[in-house]
């Protein structure tokens, strides 16, 4: 039995929806994006959607609108996706990191305090694998500072911390969201930045489009723009699977009690942590920790001989060629992330995965443990 560690999940309403923009003829700028947006903002109660070509797109132009620049620190975590720290680098700015909490794998709230100084300019704190930041905490932090938070919930659309969405305006100045096929919904490649700010939702629009003002004149450009826009197809996938978000959480959310409940009491293996303040869990891969008696590499060959995807979930950030090479980063810097990175595994993780696959990962798994536990 082949398993994949991702799946998209495509129905025929969503190809028809797509196949419909064809036939319009209208392939960019139009009623698809308006409507995906507002879907967006509608489900997390913002006054403002800004779709973009990707989650990279949408952390650029919200850290630019938010005056992000050369010489500026942008305090994120090196326990993350390359491009939350890349986001502050197209701005020749600095990612400064922090070190996580071991439980929930988000920006530990102390060390970011430790790392503000007079040239933070930004908050990137990301909701790691669907679970949203200790936002609360952090938007303290940061408002005593006077700094501004942009939430990466590139992993985290439908997640609710204490009670509210994640991406609210509560916490954040703006958030943004990305569609890649392994998100919790897709539009192939896509993002979306939310925000309550006229001003930043006014930027992003202007620079997504080139920086076209807001009369829209076709060739009046008033700063510094990319070409960042969604196309209607992407958006007309966007838009049906929004209408299906609920339902296929609920999926995502059995297969990952039931992997939580097969997992349970295997020696050698801890299931994901949700913090207490996690009041939904939108999964978005199902990351589990191995002990250090087990040889996680060779676990993880072993289940790729099995036809088992599975997946390293992150390597460091601070430990990427580029990163060592460019900011002399090294081993023994970020301690609790290096330790956590070298023990998580993703596993095959989607909504329409079966009680049968799932049984048959973690039969694997039990036997993986078994054969590569350290003397
Ligand atoms: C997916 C993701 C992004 C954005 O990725 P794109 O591929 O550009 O859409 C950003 N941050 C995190 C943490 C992500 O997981």
């Not at 797109?57 to 326990?79: K, R, Y």
């Not at 070409?227 to 929004?242: H, I, T």
Request: hydrophobic residues 40%.
């Amino acid at each position: 039995m082949r398993i994949p560690l991702a799946r998209p999940d495509i129905t025929e309403r969503e190809k028809q929806a797509v196949a419909a923009v064809m036939e319009s003829e209208q392939l960019s700028i139009g009623p698809q994006v308006n409507g995906f947006e507002r879907a967006i903002a509608d489900y997390i109660g913002t006054r403002y959607a800004i779709a973009v070509n990707s989650g990279t797109s949408g952390l650029h132009l919200a850290l630019t609108a938010l005056g992000v620049g050369h010489g500026d620190e942008v305090i994120t975590t090196p326990f993350s996706f390359i491009a939350s720290a890349n986001a502050a680098l197209y701005e020749r700015a600095e990612p400064v990191f922090a070190d996580i909490d071991e439980r929930t794998l988000c920006i530990d709230p102390e060390s970011l305090q430790s790392r503000i100084t007079r040239r933070t300019k930004c908050i990137l704190p990301v909701d790691v694998f669907g679970q949203p930041a200790a936002l609360d905490e952090i938007r303290s932090i940061a408002d005593d500072a006077g700094i501004p938070v942009l939430e990466d919930a590139c992993e985290a659309l439908g997640s609710e911390y204490r009670g509210v969405k994640a991406g609210t305006p509560i916490y954040a100045q703006a958030a943004v969201f990305a569609f890649y096929p392994n998100k919790q919904i897709t539009t192939g490649e896509g993002g979306m930045i939310v925000t309550d700010d006229d001003r930043l939702a006014m930027l992003c629009r202007s620079m997504r489009n080139q920086g076209r003002g807001e009369a829209g004149l076709w060739l009046h450009h008033e700063r510094l723009g990319y070409n960042y826009r969604l196309d209607e197809l992407s958006s007309a996938l966007g838009l049906a699977q929004m209408a299906r978000l609920d339902e296929m959480l609920t999926k995502r959310d059995l297969v990952a009690r039931r992997y939580s409940l097969l997992l349970s009491g295997v020696d050698g293996i801890t299931t994901p942590y949700v913090a207490a303040a996690t009041t939904r869990m939108s999964w978005f891969v199902y990351v589990i920790r191995f002990d250090p008696s087990i040889d996680r590499d060779s676990v993880m060959l072993w289940l790729h001989q099995q036809g088992i995807g599975c997946r390293p979930y992150f390597t460091p950030i601070h430990l990427q060629p580029f990163f060592r090479r460019q900011f002399g980063f090294k081993e023994g810097d970020f301690p609790i992330t290096e330790r956590v990175a070298q023990s998580t595994l993703a596993i095959p993780f989607y909504n329409q995965m079966t009680d049968e696959e799932a049984s048959h990962v973690v039969a694997a798994l039990k036997e993986a443990v078994h054969l590569f536990r350290r003397e």
